[in-house]
């Protein structure tokens, strides 16, 4: 059989996420219209009949500015020596610029094959399109061109097909039920900070960690027990995610709850703490516990 490893790459908010969702039929990375939302590289599983790709969604590569964006770059640019392809995804909205040539120069210095998916191609005109095309085209060799929408699933269909075919003879890597290689404590997380990226202000998102601090099944009940810390970095973001009367915070939860019941397929009681913890981006033990750069 055909199996292999893809590392799905670019800058931050082009959409990878959304891409690798659609490629494996699951939500398995979370969403968001906030940049710089993967934080850890999550591998998804797709399993056709006679081949198994394993994508690696990566952290946008950005300029870093705290020990948390560099672990995010490094994690980024060490999946690239890793894989069989490199699958680059750059935005039609706003391709080859400066951040753009960054992901790009990497690709160069590592000798792995690289594919160029264009994504949001539903949001521009014609001509707009071609433009993104002939810039990104020029950015680094890449031996196939794909123009697509995550958004919409123009132009996906085949496309795993596609990418398997130029994987290498191999063994199955994860089980056919398998999906995504995180533990469901990582997923709940993920989804709570899903929410209260969707719900807070542009200048929280990046300094908000979600820490799962118990999670158990009850055994007289089908009922998952949640208790999870929310880390923000100043008191004036802690005001933000609480929400005045703390509705923003119950919204959240209320959001979460929902995707991780659908996750477990179990009822969930959701119970969700703020907390302040200054600087914990260049915190080198918080980072480890939150698994950045580990995987």
């Given amino acids: 059989m055909k199996s292999g490893f893809a590392a799905?790459?670019?800058k931050p908010?082009?959409?990878?996420?959304?891409?690798?969702?659609?490629?494996?039929?699951?939500?398995?990375?979370?969403?968001?219209?906030?940049?710089q939302t993967t934080r850890n590289k999550i591998a998804a599983i797709a399993n056709l009949p006679d081949a198994q790709?394993?994508?690696?969604?990566?952290?946008?590569?950005?300029?870093?500015?705290?020990?948390?964006?560099?672990?995010?770059?490094?994690?980024?640019?060490?999946?690239?020596?890793?894989v069989d392809l490199i699958v680059f995804v750059a935005d039609a909205t706003?391709?080859?610029?400066?951040?753009?040539?960054?992901?790009?120069?990497?690709?160069?210095?590592?000798?792995?094959p690289a594919w160029l998916v264009i994504n949001k191609i539903d949001a521009?005109?014609?001509?707009?399109?071609?433009?993104?095309?002939?810039?990104?085209?020029?950015?680094?060799?890449?031996?196939?061109?794909?123009?697509?929408?995550?958004?919409?699933?123009?132009n996906l269909e085949g496309l795993v097909?596609?990418?398997?075919?130029v994987m290498p003879n191999g063994p199955m890597y994860y089980p056919p039920d398998v999906i995504v290689d995180r533990p469901e404590e990582f997923l709940a997380a993920e989804l709570i900070r899903e929410k209260l990226l969707f719900l807070t202000r542009a200048e929280v998102p990046h300094s908000v960690a979600v820490v799962i601090d118990r999670?158990?099944?009850?055994?007289?009940?089908?009922?998952?027990?949640?208790?999870?810390?929310?880390?923000?970095?100043?008191?004036?973001?802690?005001?933000?995610?609480?929400?005045?009367?703390?509705?923003?915070?119950?919204?959240?939860?209320?959001m979460a709850r929902s995707e991780i019941e659908r996750l477990l397929g179990s009822q969930v009681n959701l119970q969700l703490w703020v907390k302040v913890r200054r600087r914990w981006r260049d915190d080198e033990s918080m980072?480890?516990?939150?698994?950045?750069?580990e995987h």
């Fill in 8 to 10: 799905v790459v670019g």
């Fill in 13 to 35: 908010n082009v959409g990878k996420s959304s891409l690798i969702n659609s490629l494996v039929g699951a939500k398995v990375s979370i969403v968001s219209d906030k940049p």
């Fill in 53 to 82: 790709v394993v994508f690696l969604d990566t952290p946008g590569i950005h300029r870093a500015r705290h020990n948390l964006g560099d672990r995010l770059v490094r994690t980024a640019r060490s999946a690239m020596e890793e």
């Fill in 94 to 112: 706003s391709s080859g610029r400066p951040e753009d040539e960054a992901v790009a120069s990497y690709i160069t210095e590592v000798n792995t």
């Fill in 124 to 154: 521009v005109r014609p001509e707009q399109l071609a433009e993104a095309e002939a810039k990104s085209r020029t950015l680094a060799h890449f031996e196939r061109v794909r123009l697509v929408s995550a958004s919409t699933g123009q």
């Fill in 161 to 165: 097909a596609e990418i398997a075919s």
């Fill in 215 to 254: 999670m158990a099944r009850r055994e007289d009940r089908d009922i998952v027990d949640i208790d999870a810390t929310v880390l923000v970095e100043r008191e004036s973001h802690k005001g933000i995610v609480i929400g005045a009367g703390g509705g923003v915070l119950k919204q959240a939860g209320m």
């Fill in 287 to 293: 980072l480890n516990r939150l698994g950045f750069g």
